[in-house]
């Protein structure tokens, strides 16, 4: 199953790519939030749900694109997590940090992850509790938590600059380095030790964590929000998640 979520997630990376390197501009809409969503959006939701539907046609998906209501979803146990093309913002600015997110979660748990960064050619995936990264055509190689001194904090390339809560949090950290980068790549960098540490204060949805928190668990990471509780998937009305840390201790 994990390669067949990883080849889905290629079909939309090149779904992405079409629209990415088009020489005409980015027809841009705004949705209720007043989010960007783009043809590219559109196209890799409907490359993922119909790949969805003939591998796994019982289990039921929820993506960023097309979210069921709660009465319809309140009592799953298991589904797909998906957010087509997660960073929509770093699309727009065509600076490659953009991915392809597909999570299954069963009991509100992530239980395999893919997160694919087309203009990279970079492949995360994790699966029975092992994680792995595959880029630019070479040989997949397993990926793991590594200790550094000082730290690597990896922080939103678009939201960090006005998060006050985080600057605070820095401030009080002690010794560290940070970086920024957009998408779900945080978890992976940390997943794959070149972070220790994203700290986030500012709001997500389920869909942005689900398959970067798979990847980076099945890595040796915690995923908690900031009272300590690993963060639950098991449906509920709102789709925002709290506050969280993704950390090596």
Aim: glycine share 6%.
């Amino acid at each position: 199953m994990l390669e067949k979520i990883c080849q889905l997630a290629r079909e939309a990376g090149d779904a992405i790519m079409q629209v990415y390197n088009a020489e005409t501009p980015l027809d841009i809409d705004r949705k209720s939030d007043d989010s960007p969503v783009t043809a590219a959006d559109i196209a890799a939701h409907q490359i993922i749900i119909a790949g969805l539907a003939q591998l796994d046609a019982a289990t039921p998906v929820l993506s960023e694109e097309d979210p069921p209501a709660w009465e319809v979803r309140q009592h799953w146990q298991r589904y797909w997590l998906v957010d087509p093309l997660d960073g929509t913002k770093e699309f727009i600015k065509r600076n490659g940090e953009f991915t392809v997110n597909i999570a299954l979660i069963e009991a509100g748990k992530p239980v395999l992850g893919v997160v694919y960064a087309p203009v990279l050619d970079v492949m995360y995936a994790a699966a029975d509790g092992k994680a792995w990264k595959e880029e630019q055509g070479q040989p997949r190689q397993p990926i793991h938590i590594k200790e550094a001194h000082p730290p690597l904090v990896v922080v939103s390339r678009s939201h960090a600059a006005k998060d006050e809560e985080l600057k605070d949090y820095l401030t009080h950290l002690g010794e560290h380095q940070t970086t920024a980068i957009g998408s779900s790549l945080k978890f992976c960098l940390v997943a794959e030790g070149k972070a220790q540490l994203y700290p986030r204060f500012g709001p997500t949805n389920i869909w942005d964590t689900g398959a970067g928190h798979a990847v980076a668990i099945a890595a040796g990471a915690h995923v908690n929000d900031w009272k300590g509780h690993t963060l639950d998937y098991t449906p509920r009305e709102s789709f925002l998640n709290p506050g969280f840390r993704v950390s090596i201790l």
